[in-house]
């Protein structure tokens, strides 16, 4: 309690210092002339607009929510099913994974082709917060004191009777710690959807519409909203947690560390060869029947093997597989360039703050802002003060990577043993010899986890960036086959987005193992 | 590391050799093998003890010896390799099913979103078992926590909820009760107090009770017959029994009895190191 109201008043005062810089900043049109309004002028037009916004706002969130509604369940059905049953886990997590880390905007076309436009938003949404929901449930139930469990099961219990009286229970701060994050993913994936055009109220749609009026008021005014709607959310799940939290967390010592989720460790190199194959092979599975059963033309919903030809053997495959790999090679190198300035940005502010830590609070407001910010709300500020280029490409990946990494390496080290760092000091080492000896060293499996969690997004916000104001690379790619109705292309851009963000964060991944393997030892 | 042939646990056992086997603590020629990365650690090798139900055994010995091993073993949170275990003639399992279990460990591994009354009641709840209120309020007088029924255990000091671990160990009227040092991480006023509380508990209830444990004078004090163990791999070096009189009282532990037994203890347990 009392830490949070020592908090309060450098938020504040950061709060208060970032409104008056903005208002100056607007009022002198110091950048990107005009694309940077005063306050002042965001919040007329957001009066202007208000006859707008309900309806605009309602129809985001009806979808959000029902998608909120159906994803959470299946993922939380799914986490204890994937507790009860191992195995089971290991077959699907290459959908999970896939879920992941697939840029959500390659999607869009695809669900816009299976579904009605409605029921495609439903769906994204949905799809945007499976994925951390059934983690963190699924860590949740896993990550639970043994001596629990062994209590349990000599007073007679079996798995169930462990799974009702303690994992359910236990699960619960894991659970909304997922659900907080999946609110407004929620958004993203509702707001995303819309992007793809068909909708007339959402604030997506909204949004799309408003980019070509030279109106950077109610852009921003939009954004805004946008951002109130996912940080309510947000709060409103970590305010939940943090109740539950409060009395969950154990007086007697944790025991999972970050392999909860694994539970592989020790198998044969078969076994993991038999499960990830099988695993691949559920992912191909549900593209190509999943459209079967959808009962979708075969000319419109490609199967894997349609995808291939498409690029190999069919008519135009040479010019097709050339567009492809152009777009790739415009993309891909921003994409890195982004994230490695997002990355290394966070790493050092991360750094800096766990020596200083009451600059941390005055930052925090900001973390949050950007945490609960969908994306699609993002990019076209960014595109507003950064105009239509690459360096516009470029900031919205550095912000979408930032944050996320930063608040990633930040915890790591704020998690992090006091001893070592006592240990320094008792030796007559000052904050710079903390920073080398504890610091940095504690910091490096954290941003390997921070850079596999950033890759999809640096993929996605690249993609975004290039669909709505560059017209280069894959991003732009989807967009124009859908005009030209090329439904090869499109297939084969989404599947090359997700091949690529899935080897990228496979790849990390494998690093980061390794790396926390030696550290936890 | 050697064990001298001296040493065999037979000796230990022969005062109780008649002891019909229903009425008895049973484990024989029990081993229990770890795969660790790397290779395999024996964590009890042919481990054989006997001790009449309803007495108070104590395992003692280094760290690495096997004595939580065996203890889980005979909880039946852990098969052996071989050999068997059994109490009373059953089975640790069969125990376990029936209920006749009660274990506090180390660790009072509490629910931390349960008030003391609630976790007290936890081991009924599995057994499907109604909660006797009177029931839970005479353990709770037991263990001294009256006034503190409606508190979770972040409110409790590290002693009291150690209590309540004790008293949810009592609460099934278990006939076999497992004690994994459950003092090891209180201070030595704190230990010797609630040793004290132990005694009194044990002789209200008599249930068998296994009490692992590293510090000698608290097994001298506790038990009636102590096993001593050596470590890699887990071996029966030497089964003592202790003659005091019950209810033994803090004194005792004054007396030169008391030093002798404690003095022959710790030979056996750091002569094997020097050797």
């Known amino acids: 309690m009392n830490q949070h109201e020592r908090r309060w008043p450098a938020t504040v005062v950061s709060l208060a210092v970032v409104a008056v810089i903005w208002e100056i900043v607007g009022r002198l049109e ?115 004191d043994q001596r629990l469990v062994d209590v349990v099961t000599v007073s007679g219990g079996g798995e169930l009777a462990v799974l009702r009286l303690i994992r359910l229970r236990a699960c619960l701060p894991a659970l909304f710690a997922g659900l907080r994050i999946a609110a407004p993913a929620a958004m993203l994936g509702a707001m995303l959807a819309e992007f793809g055009g068909g909708f007339r109220w959402g604030l997506g749609s909204y949004l799309l519409g408003s ?289 690529v963000a899935l080897t990228l964060t496979q790849l990390v991944g494998a690093i980061e193992h390794r790396v926390w393997r030696r550290f936890a030892s | 590391m050697e064990v001298p042939e001296t040493a065999r646990p037979t000796d230990g056992s022969q005062d109780h050799g008649d002891a019909d086997s229903a009425a008895v603590v049973r484990v024989s020629e029990v081993s229990r093998t770890f795969a660790l990365k790397g290779g395999t650690v024996p964590a009890l090798d042919a481990v054989s003890l006997e001790a009449p139900v309803g007495s108070f055994l104590a395992l003692i010995g280094p760290s690495g010896c096997g004595k939580s091993t065996l203890l889980r073993l005979l909880g039946g949170l852990d098969q052996p390799d071989s050999g068997s275990l059994s109490v009373a003639g059953a089975t640790p399992d069969e125990l ?17 979103w349960r008030n003391v009354r609630k976790n007290i009641a936890l081991p009924l709840q599995v057994l499907k078992r109604p909660a006797d209120p009177a029931r839970i309020d005479h353990l709770i007088d037991l263990v001294g926590l009256r006034g503190f029924e409606d508190a979770v255990p972040s409110q409790l000091s590290g002693g009291m909820r150690q209590r309540v671990s004790i008293a949810r160990a009592l609460v099934t009227e278990p006939e076999i009760l497992l004690l994994d040092e459950p003092f090891g991480a209180l201070d030595e006023i704190l230990r010797r107090q609630l040793n004290l509380e132990l005694q009194r508990i044990w002789l209200e209830q008599r249930p068998t009770t296994v009490l692992v444990t590293h510090a000698i004078d608290e097994a001298v004090f506790l038990a009636d017959r102590i096993v001593v163990m050596s470590a890699r791999p887990g071996r029966v070096v030497e089964i003592v029994d202790v003659p005091f009189e019950r209810p033994r009282r803090p004194e005792v532990m004054k007396t030169p009895e008391f030093h002798a037994l404690a003095d022959r203890l710790s030979d056996l347990l750091f002569g094997q190191g020097a050797g």
């Open chain 1, 211 to 499: 980019l070509g009026q030279a109106n950077p008021a109610r852009i921003w005014g939009i954004g805004l909203v946008a951002t109130a709607v996912a940080a309510f959310g947000y709060a409103v799940f970590a305010l939940i947690g943090s109740r539950v939290a409060g009395a969950t967390s154990s007086v007697t010592t944790a025991t999972a560390g970050p392999e909860a989720l694994e539970g592989d460790g020790r198998e044969p190199l078969w076994a993991k060869a038999g499960f990830s194959l099988a695993s691949a092979a559920v992912v191909l599975g549900v593209w190509a029947f999943g459209l079967r059963l959808l009962g979708i033309s075969p000319i419109v919903a490609k199967t894997p093997l349609a995808v291939v030809k498409y690029l190999t053997t069919g008519p135009g495959a040479a010019t097709a597989r050339h567009e492809l790999l152009s777009a790739l090679g415009q993309t891909l190198p921003l994409m890195f360039l982004g994230l490695a300035c997002g990355l290394a940005a966070a790493f050092v502010l991360a750094l800096v703050l766990s020596l200083r830590p009451a600059v941390g609070h005055a930052f925090l407001p900001f973390a949050l802002v950007s945490q609960t910010m969908p994306l699609p709300a993002l990019t076209p500020l960014l595109v507003l003060v950064f105009g239509r280029g690459v360096l516009a490409i470029v900031m919205v990946t550095i912000s979408v990577t930032f944050f996320p990494a930063f608040v990633t390496i930040a915890q790591g080290l704020a998690q992090a043993p006091r001893g070592p760092s006592d240990l320094v000091q008792a030796y007559g080492g000052n904050s710079v010899g903390v920073l080398r000896f504890v610091g940095l060293p504690n910091a490096i499996p954290h941003l390997l986890t921070a850079t596999r969690l950033a890759a999809p997004r640096a993929l996605l916000g690249v993609m975004i960036a290039e669909f709505l104001a560059t017209g280069t690379g894959i991003g732009n790619l989807i967009n124009q086959a859908r005009g030209l109705l090329d439904y090869g292309m499109i297939w084969a851009v989404a599947a090359a987005a997700v091949i």
């Open chain 1, 30 to 144: 110091l950048i990107g002339s005009g694309a940077f309004p005063p306050l002042a002028h965001i919040a007329t037009q957001l009066w202007h607009d208000r006859g707008d916004y309900p309806r605009h706002t309602l129809g985001t969130v009806e979808a959000a929510s029902l998608g909120f509604l159906i994803g959470n369940t299946v993922a939380i059905m799914l986490a204890l099913a994937f507790s009860r049953w191992p195995p089971l886990e290991r077959v699907l997590r290459g959908v999970g994974l896939t879920l992941f880390s697939v840029p959500f905007i390659a999607l869009v076309p695809v669900l816009l082709i299976a579904f009605s436009t409605n029921t495609a938003r439903i769906v994204l949404a949905a799809l945007a917060v499976y994925f951390p929901t059934m983690v963190s449930t699924l860590v949740g139930l896993r990550q639970v």
């Open chain 2, 96 to 112: 376990r099913r029936a209920g006749r279990l009660g274990v506090a460990f180390q660790d009072p591994a509490l629910l931390p």
